[in-house]
């Protein structure tokens, strides 16, 4: 019972808790010392007797009175937890692959800012292919306009010839490929002869059969032949998909030739220049958007503040799909102090009440601030609920970081110290001793 009591008395009145705890232990060696409860009384009322006969105890006593009913602040204490005032995840807009970081940890930027480059060959490659077509579908909307003349026709069917002679060159590469082709079946039949060799000189040579240096003649031969193999397969790969795109291109550009030439002999229509213009229209809207993802390999900060993220740089090579995070930026021009105060103290805290912040790292310095937020929910926080207070700290020197700690001391007014002394019991008495009452 006395523990509790003890316990409550520290947890409600801190240091004042603990005297009052001392002096009712002082009582309980008393009375247990000159024989119980009877004894105590009777200590008690010989010191009020002395006191009593002595002016000076009643001097004590009324300077006591009066000092309780002085103004002393009344002051909430915390302990608080720093956070940045802004913080950024920087996303990929398109897929890529990182060529470039031009941050690391710890650097500062502002919006607009490059941290990074990436490349992608496939985007790149639309993007020229498209404003060739726009190109063309511009000349040919310029032919419609102006009208056929027969240099013009002569000139579209020469064009087709050559579209026709490029395309049929195509015919040299595909022999090239099958040359290449020839040459992956052959590398692979050797690797696998090599590969027969290579186990059964690894068998003869566990057997004790074989010497160890002609067991290495025939792994080291093993291991050419794979890595003549890959090269191999890799031409091939890189010549077919030459062939294959060039044969595509030189398609697209032999059936728009024919279509301009099909344009001009038949004459310039009204319906055809209007067909013509949606073409190129939506050619150039193709081009706008293909220019926009080009740029969107640039990565750039969205927010002003610090890079948060470590080891940046040994991410180049690395591909990034559209929405993978590059990096965190955290704004630390104006960090923000969450204190949680408990329950049973918030009814003194107001908006624009000061506070004085001690932390943890400068011991020796005291930040000043305001309350500006006070949550509308209490959060869990173990036996007590609490309710989380905010504030905001000037950080243009970066002495803060994100995540530092410290305590708080939010300064609720003047109140007499008799009502500083009592305020707790009284709270106690109107709540949790008002369950007991009828």
Same mark, same amino acid.
């Given at each position: ?19 009052? $705890? ?59 937890? =720093?956070?940045?005032?802004? /913080? ?14 031009? =941050? ?6 502002? &919006? ?12 790149? $490659?639309?993007?020229?292919?498209? /404003? ?17 003349? &027969? ?12 579209? *026709? $002679? ?17 040459? !992956? ?38 291991? !050419? *032949? ?28 032999? %059936? ?32 706008? #958007?293909? %220019? ?21 740089? #040994?991410?180049? @090579? ?6 993978? $995070? ?15 105060? &408990? ?5 003194? =805290? ?12 400068? +011991? ?11 949550? +509308?929910?209490?959060?869990?926080? @173990? ?8 504030? /905001? ?13 410290? =305590? ?31």
């Amino acid at each position: 019972m006395l523990d509790k009591l003890a316990g409550w008395l520290i947890g409600e009145y801190q240091i004042w808790g603990i005297l009052l $705890t001392s002096a009712i232990g002082l009582m309980s060696v008393q009375a247990v010392h000159h024989g119980g409860l009877a004894a105590t009384f009777k200590f008690l009322g010989a010191m009020a007797e002395r006191a009593r006969k002595a002016p000076r105890m009643w001097f004590v006593l009324a300077m006591g009175v009066a000092g309780s009913l002085l103004p002393w602040e009344l002051k909430i204490s915390g302990d608080f937890a =720093v956070h940045s005032s802004e /913080r950024s995840s920087v996303t990929s807009q398109v897929e890529g692959t990182l060529k470039l970081i031009q =941050v690391d940890e710890g650097s500062r930027v502002k &919006p607009g800012d490059v941290l990074a480059e990436m490349e992608n060959f496939e985007l790149k $490659t639309v993007a020229e292919e498209t /404003r060739g077509e726009v190109a063309e579908k511009t000349a040919v909307l310029r032919l419609l306009k102006a009208g056929s003349r &027969p240099e013009e026709i002569e000139k579209g069917r020469r064009q087709i010839e050559t579209r *026709r $002679t490029e395309l049929s060159g195509i015919s040299q590469i595909e022999k090239e490929r099958a040359l290449l082709e020839e040459t !992956v079946a052959k590398k692979e039949a050797e690797v696998q002869n090599a590969k027969a060799v290579y186990l059964r000189s690894r068998t003869l040579v566990e057997q004790g059969l074989m010497s160890r240096n002609e067991y290495e003649r025939d792994k080291t031969s093993y291991e !050419v *032949r794979e890595r003549e193999l890959a090269e191999a397969r890799s031409q091939f790969g890189v010549l077919a998909e030459k062939t294959e795109r060039s044969a595509r291109t030189k398609k697209k550009e032999l %059936e728009e030739a024919e279509s301009g030439l099909s344009i001009l002999l038949a004459g310039s229509r009204k319906e055809a220049i209007e067909v013509s213009e949606a073409e190129v229209q939506k050619l150039q809207e193709k081009v706008k #958007n293909l %220019e926009q993802q080009l740029e969107h390999l640039k990565i750039r900060s969205t927010i002003s503040g610090v890079v948060a993220t470590p080891h940046l740089k #040994n991410r180049i @090579g690395e591909y990034m799909k559209k929405g993978d $995070t590059f990096c965190e930026i955290v704004n630390l021009d104006m960090m923000i102090i969450e204190m949680p105060v &408990p329950e049973k103290e918030i009814a003194d =805290v107001r908006l624009g009440y000061p506070i004085t912040l001690k932390v943890r790292g400068y +011991p020796n310095l005291a930040f000043e601030a305001k309350v500006i937020i006070i949550s +509308p929910v209490a959060l869990d926080n @173990g036996a007590e609920k609490k309710v989380l207070v905010q504030s /905001r700290l000037n950080n243009e020197n970066g002495m803060l970081k994100a995540g530092m700690t410290g =305590v708080g001391k939010i300064l609720c007014g003047k109140r007499m110290i008799a009502n500083l002394l009592t305020r707790r019991a009284i709270r106690w008495l109107r709540t949790e001793f008002w369950e007991y009452l009828p």
